[in-house]
């Protein structure tokens, strides 16, 4: 009997390593280009992306505050929680695998008809239900739990960099809001002399009333302005302490002239490859998710197969406490149970179907993720291509603007202009410094934009990354 389940258990460990039941997964290839910007001359260029922010940034304060962010935030603290029971489910699921031993010890005493009384000691070590994973069903959902804890990780990376990506961006927002706030300050300061000046002119009787009552329409309107422009710094300031999760002290908070150099991207060749956007942190979770259901469709194949569990014990039991251990007191048993599943009701045809289909559908929506991601790289690499020219051209136009308005208020001073010529040329300067303060937002914003869409800071082949690795930061 001992030889027969000896051989019993043999040709069940054979049977294990038989073939998976999991599909394989084809090599993805969704209908994109190659490269972000093909062009006739250029071949696609090495590269390698990093998963990081500190090089990214170029103020310290912004560091600062970002490193306080991926410490503070609540939701980012969620998703670390989320982590872990994920990283708790696996490894449960891993635990199945692994022989469950229990150590037990009993006394019992019994009185028989006539009144005669036994009592019977026993220590035993057993093996409770023990399945033998002939088709790799096991393997399967362990392979499955483990795919969804590192999508889990990958989530949580994705969450990491979008909220660099959020807090960065609101602290340029609040950056370009002070400046704006500078501008209509200066505005209104400026409004303030025209309005005396006019003033000035109407009492010697050289201006109108309605040249004074325009210039006061104007300078009421630029005092709102600025106190419009004090709310919204106001407003921009408590956005990023809410994504810093604390108040910040004003040592951190951004100038009003810090719209320049806040950050450092490396120039991006034509004929950046299309795959760099493989190592996204979303699309890496995505992939995991795929992964979680193909596995998925193998544990719900090997669920139609027989099932072996394996039941065992041995001991030791004698009537008397002292004897447990003597000679010829020992016991053991092991009782193999093969489960044929014969009808169901086709619940588990069923069930190959449903991860069947969810396979398909986690295909489709991280091909339909790979395309959002490149359409995302791409618009912000657009972007970018003409915004060194529109700098350039809404800097001329300031130094322009400005130049027109010191004519301007010097022929107006000699009564050789109209007061209409004035103030137009003040709202034409401050227009067109209003526009250089957004379109500086812009530029520096899509450089954060540029960060998330292509999963890190992308480097040239070969250069070191600069800086902490946002997966490092919370190890």
């Not at 039991?317 to 048993?333: A, H, I, N, V």
């Not at 559908?361 to 991601?373: F, H, N, S, V």
Request: some cysteine.
């Amino acid at each position: 009997m001992k030889a027969h389940h000896l051989t019993l258990i043999a040709a069940a460990a054979l049977l294990a390593g038989c073939g998976s039941l999991v599909p394989a997964t084809d090599k993805i290839a969704p209908p994109l280009r190659e490269d972000f910007r093909p062009t006739a001359t250029t071949t696609a260029a090495p590269a390698n992306v990093a998963h990081e922010w500190d090089g990214f940034f170029a103020d310290a304060r912004l560091r600062q505050v970002v490193g306080i962010a991926l410490a503070q935030n609540r939701t980012l603290r969620a998703s670390a929680a989320a982590v872990e029971r994920v990283r708790a489910q696996y490894r449960i699921t891993e635990a199945d695998r692994i022989p469950d031993l229990n150590a037990g010890m009993s006394a019992t005493r019994q009185q028989v008809a006539g009144g005669a009384r036994s009592t019977s000691y026993a220590v035993n070590l057993g093996l409770a239900s023990y399945e033998i994973d002939l088709f790799n069903r096991l393997g399967s959902l362990e392979g499955a739990a483990l795919a969804r804890y590192l999508a889990q990780q990958e989530t949580q990376r994705s969450a990491q960099l979008s909220l660099v990506a959020e807090v960065s961006s609101a602290w340029l927002t609040l950056a370009a809001e002070q400046q704006r706030l500078t501008l209509a300050q200066q505005l209104r300061d400026s409004q303030q002399r025209t309005l005396n000046l006019t003033e000035q002119r109407y009492q010697l009787g050289a201006a109108s009333g309605l040249e004074r009552a325009r210039a006061s329409t104007a300078f009421e309107a630029a005092r709102g302005e600025a106190t419009r422009a004090q709310s919204a710094v106001t407003q921009a300031r408590l956005a990023l302490e809410l994504l810093a999760g604390q108040p910040l002290p004003d040592t951190l908070l951004p100038l009003s002239q810090d719209l320049q150099a806040v950050t450092a991207l490396p120039a991006i060749p034509a004929g950046l490859p299309a795959d760099v956007l493989l190592q996204r942190p979303d699309l890496r979770a995505a992939e995991q998710q795929l992964q979680a259901a193909a596995f998925d469709v193998g544990a719900a194949r090997a669920a139609r197969f027989p099932r072996l569990t394996l039941t065992a014990s041995a001991g030791t039991r004698s009537p008397e406490l002292d004897g447990l251990f003597k000679s010829g007191t020992g016991f053991w048993s092991v009782l193999p149970q093969l489960d044929l599943p014969l009808f169901d009701g086709g619940a588990r045809a069923a069930q190959v179907e449903v991860s069947q289909a969810s396979r398909r559908q986690a295909l489709a929506t991280y091909e339909g993720a790979l395309q959002a991601a490149f359409r995302e790289a791409a618009d912000a690499l657009a972007v970018r291509d003409g915004l060194a020219e529109r700098l350039d051209a809404q800097q001329a136009q300031v130094a322009a603007a400005a130049r027109a308005l010191q004519i301007a208020e010097d022929s107006y001073r000699l009564g050789s202009s109209s007061q209409l010529e004035l103030l137009d040329a003040q709202r034409q300067l401050a227009s067109a410094q209003q526009a250089l303060v957004t379109l500086r937002q812009t530029e520096q914003a899509n450089r954060v934009t540029l960060l998330r869409a292509l999963g890190g800071r992308w480097t040239p082949a070969g250069a070191e990354p600069a800086g902490t690795p946002i997966a490092a930061s919370q190890r």
